[in-house]
């Protein structure tokens, strides 16, 4: 997520396992098994030829998903490449638009909910597996900013729980129309921007915000708020490290519009891909920061697993994702004039907090019991 608004697993034994996978019905039972890592399977290399047809489509879900953005990108060049001048023409005339006149990223986007339920989204959710989980109902008689953490490499947890309906959203918040912000760049890719629109998406930026805000109750807008610059964090560890403590303009735009600040805690978020060391002060660490200002963008080194192999590539790791929706801190909505930094800070001290409880609350069912949170400033 831009700056500008960002200023703004447990361990069970084999027993266990089997105890349960005799209490549930053969099609779960096949999810369970999947989920069991053997020695045999930890030290094999290449996926095995008898894996089964459900794992290999959870996989295909995924793949896809990656590769959107390309297959997009390759379609435009095929179609300015085109020797129909009429075809090429068209297409022009559709890039003209979308730099010049596309107005629905910064304007709600065009959120399809059939689009969301779509069953290969549940193959998306069921790779890891990616659970939603409810701590309090949200009325829909108010608008919310969810905040969520932590970005993670790619903040996949984020598009699955909130931009689609895998992990059951519209049922467990009845009434919240919910709108996933992310980077102005993804909808300057032609026909992409389109598809993320589509999937509930928005782009980055405070139009957008206020825009969805104040169309009032239910309307509700999620943040990730450490940003890219987080993700060079990102490494499977006890120690979290959110970039928050400087970042409130979510809250002045909470308080501009009223709308109640609900914090969002993902336990093995971190943990889907593995990043190479990049301590502060380190080269690497120093290398990546003049990246970042240089093109504006975060660029972690990182590997996760292949396709048909499991040593390296850009395919997530299968760790659980746990993701906790927290209580919600109620804002007034207050003049321009009353939104001073002091109370910016009384209300931002207030989200650390509570984003610190829910934490310290659920770590310890994911085998996180002595993990801690260190909140950190942008510099840092």
Request: charge should be positive; charged fraction near 20%; hydrophobic fraction near 40%.
């Amino acid at each position: 997520m831009t700056e500008e608004i960002a200023y703004s697993i447990s361990t069970v034994s084999t027993h266990e396992q089997n105890d349960e996978i005799s209490e549930v019905s053969a099609t779960e039972k096949l999810v369970i098994e999947s989920m069991i890592i053997t020695p045999t399977s930890v030290n094999r290399t290449f996926a095995p030829l008898n894996t089964p047809l459900y794992r290999r489509r959870q996989t295909l879900a995924i793949l896809v998903w990656f590769l959107m953005p390309w297959t997009c990108l390759y379609i435009s060049f095929v179609l300015l490449r085109s020797h129909n001048w009429y075809i090429v023409t068209a297409f022009i005339t559709y890039l003209t638009w979308m730099v010049f006149f596309q107005k629905y990223p910064r304007q709600g986007g065009l959120k399809q909910q059939w689009l969301r339920r779509l069953q290969c989204w549940k193959w998306f959710a069921e790779y890891f597996p990616i659970h939603l989980h409810k701590t309090c109902d949200l009325p829909p008689d108010r608008p919310y900013i969810f905040g969520y953490h932590p970005h993670g490499i790619i903040s996949l947890g984020a598009f699955c729980n909130f931009a689609t309906e895998a992990t059951g959203f519209e049922q467990k918040f009845p009434g919240i129309n919910l709108r996933l912000l992310t980077l102005k760049a993804n909808f300057r890719i032609p026909f992409y921007g389109f598809y993320l629109s589509m999937m509930g998406l928005c782009d980055a930026s405070k139009e957008s915000c206020n825009y969805v805000l104040e169309k009032g109750n239910g309307n509700s807008i999620l943040l990730v708020l450490g940003g890219a610059k987080e993700s060079l964090d990102a490494h499977p560890s006890n120690e979290y490290f959110l970039t928050l403590k400087n970042r409130k303009g979510f809250v002045k735009i909470g308080l501009a519009n009223g709308a109640n600040l609900v914090p969002i805690f993902s336990f093995g978020e971190n943990d889907l891909y593995d990043q190479i060391a990049n301590p502060r002060g380190s080269k690497v660490r120093e290398v990546q920061i003049k990246i970042q200002k240089r093109l504006g963008y975060a660029t972690p080194f990182f590997k996760g697993r292949g396709i048909f192999q499991y040593a390296i590539g850009f395919m997530p790791n299968r760790r659980d994702v746990n993701t906790y929706v927290g209580e919600p801190i109620e804002l007034p909505k207050l003049a321009r004039d009353q939104i001073t930094p002091e109370v910016i800070d009384k209300y931002h001290e207030e989200y650390m907090e509570s984003l610190k409880r829910l934490f310290d609350t659920h770590k310890a069912k994911h085998g996180n019991a002595d993990a801690t949170i260190k909140y950190i400033n942008d510099n840092e």
